[in-house]
């Protein structure tokens, strides 16, 4: 094998995923909704997968033991045996996060497609961008979309192989200078992560199936709203996607309630900002912290707003980015 160095930015998804297939095989993770995301700069992970004398995952610079160990090379033991039928080679996997403290974004988007990456190279399988996003979904499902950069859509499917279940990149963000504000209203890690949340939704919430169903117009619509660059439109789709996924996890019992006094206050500081015309749309993922879709042109403006509410920890602008890249050495 070879050792093989892949970065992979973070994204923020505009059309929300929660939610996973309950008809098939668990480890293909299939979402049962899709999703449309911009992958961000600035917000990436490094990951390096050379050959070793014992398995080892090091990230951000500790042994990292326990559940994420097992993750990684739980994954790299299925991606090595879709192509060879001897045992997969030892592995050195070293991972770091370049996250800025108050981005508050989860690093399993950037960390799978990173790995999936990595590990694709590292064990020389010859992958195209679309095997290789469905990899890196089956490590987590917003890491599908960080394979690429810009907006990307990843779309169910209805296939019971998941081979429908495919993300793909949208034109667009070349020419339209959008910037995404993340204000982090409290440190330290989520209450309840994304995996159980979904589950625990989808067993009962009385709202999961009316989010499901409402899934596909939203994509539609959002894919629409790019095409025109028409920012009020998809500014609409994108907090609408966001409230219904938050009165879901609300209405789970018992209640996923990630949000913060903070965080309801920026929202609303953000839409007093759109009253005097300065037009940011908020979302909100599986934790307290509010990311506000703008143009470049406001985001300063916006920026400087959120830091004077009460509770704002820090704030930090994100542009679009690209997508995930790899180097290999023999
Ligand atoms: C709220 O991709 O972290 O951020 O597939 O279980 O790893 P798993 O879930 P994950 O969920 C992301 C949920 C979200 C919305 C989104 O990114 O679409």
């Not at 961000?40 to 326990?66: K, M, N």
């Not at 996250?99 to 990456?117: E, M, N, R, V, Y």
Request: hydrophobic share 45%; proline share 6%; aromatic share 6%.
């Amino acid at each position: 094998m070879k050792t093989a160095t892949a970065t992979a930015h973070s994204n923020i998804a505009l059309v929300k995923y929660w939610g996973k297939r309950a008809d098939v095989d668990r480890n293909l993770n299939l979402p049962a909704v899709g999703s449309l995301s911009m992958t961000l700069d600035g917000l990436r992970t490094v990951t390096t997968v050379a050959e070793a004398s014992e398995d080892a995952f090091v990230l951000d610079g500790a042994q990292a033991g326990g559940k994420p160990e097992q993750k990684v090379f739980a994954f790299l033991d299925r991606l090595w045996a879709s192509a060879h039928d001897t045992p997969r080679p030892r592995c050195a996997v070293t991972s770091v996060n370049h996250l800025p403290t108050a981005a508050g974004l989860a690093s399993s988007a950037s960390g799978f497609a990173a790995l999936a990456t990595a590990g694709a190279s590292a064990f020389e399988l010859d992958m195209s961008l679309p095997t290789l996003s469905q990899w890196a979904r089956m490590g987590s499902g917003s890491a599908a979309r960080s394979i690429y950069g810009g907006f990307v859509r990843l779309d169910a499917g209805t296939a019971e192989d998941g081979s429908d279940c495919v993300a793909r990149p949208l034109p667009g963000v070349e020419d339209w200078p959008l910037r995404l504000v993340v204000v982090q209203t409290t440190r330290g890690s989520k209450p309840v992560g994304s995996t159980e949340g979904m589950q625990a939704s989808r067993d009962t919430s009385p709202y999961y199936q009316a989010w499901v169903d409402t899934s596909i117009p939203d994509l539609d619509a959002a894919q629409a709203a790019i095409e025109a660059r028409d920012l009020p439109r998809l500014g609409g789709i994108v907090e609408h996607s966001c409230f219904k996924m938050h009165a879901c996890m609300m209405a789970t019992v018992p209640p996923i309630m990630y949000w913060k006094p903070a965080s309801l206050a920026v929202i609303q500081t953000v839409w007093a900002a759109r009253q005097e015309g300065v037009h940011g749309y908020v979302t909100m993922d599986a934790g307290p912290h509010v990311k506000i879709l703008c143009l470049a042109d406001d985001a300063e403006s916006i920026a400087a707003r959120c830091r004077a509410v009460p509770g704002v920890e820090e704030v930090n602008l994100c542009a679009p980015g690209p997508g995930a890249s790899v180097e290999v050495s023999a």
